[in-house]
């Protein structure tokens, strides 16, 4: 049985937008609130039993050859053969391992950040985790700089670089590649089968122009292992987000976790618009039937965390 309350009910929640919005009302950045490292622990003992972020943060190279046949996750029935550039740049160990930080930021993609005045804080904390390849530079002042480990689903290649159709979107990848600077870019390869040619695409860039990153590719089971903790947590996500998924693994190495960004409401909490993320005019569509999000339901399982201290929630401007 589940020892940690998350949710404390067992019913997936109604999404709906506007009463969301007024129901998770979280006190000011600046209110009392305290670590609760024995929660804290638990959480991450309990998150053991179903996964291991050292393990699963990526596949390792001795596990897998050129050649060798993937199913995708989300499309059992497509397959991917493994090229010698994916090989190629697979971790020969985990680039976790035996790794320990006293705080980490986790960075969402939320809109609620701009004029949070959030950067300098975000920059403070040991490891900076980062989401979709999210721009950084024009909105420092409000996200920081700092960026350990950067997520990119392949999607991102389509959505923010037009699927390198010229020689300028290539160049801009590439910058932005660049930029990262010996970070952990952590590419969900195996999920689904769309994302098969812009993986290969932003390999063949990495290896054709030494790009100082260290790449990971989480593993197949690490989905599912997420899925079923907070299931057993009575969260009824349907896929986890890429932000629960960071939640999720960074519980093994970071003994405090800070989360920014993370509002997927069109509101804040005084009633102003937000935009859906910071950076790029992307609309709300997590409450369509196609979307796989749950987000709602995930910021619900949050709050409780942060209410409860096991995490810090900051949806609002920073001191
Ligand atoms: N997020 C949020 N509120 C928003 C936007 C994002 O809480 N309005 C959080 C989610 O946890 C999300 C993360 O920030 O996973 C990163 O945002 P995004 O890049 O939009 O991630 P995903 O939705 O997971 O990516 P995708 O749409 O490619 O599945």
Known sequence: RAEVVINGSSSPAVVDRSNETIKHNIQPASAKWRHNQTLSLRIRKQILKFLDAEKDISVLKGTLKPGDIIHYIFDRDSTMNVSQNLYE???RTS????????????????????????????????????CNLAPVQEYARDVGLKTDLVTMNPSVVQRAFEDLVNATWREKLLQRLHSLNGSILWIPAFMARGGKQRVEWVNELILKHHVNV?????????????RGYWLTNKVHIKRPTTGLLMYTLATRFCSQIYLYGFWPFPLDQNQNPVKYHYYDSLKYGYTSQASPHTMPLEFKALKSLHEQGALKLTVGQCD
């Open 89 to 91: 740049l697979l971790p």
């Open 95 to 130: 680039p976790l391992k035996n790794k320990h930080f006293g705080t980490c930021a986790i960075v969402g993609n939320s809109g609620v950040l701009l004029n949070s005045g959030c950067g300098q804080e975000i920059d403070t904390h040991s490891f900076v985790i980062r």
């Open 214 to 226: 260290r790449t990971a590719y989480p593993s197949l089971r690490l989905l599912h292992a997420v």
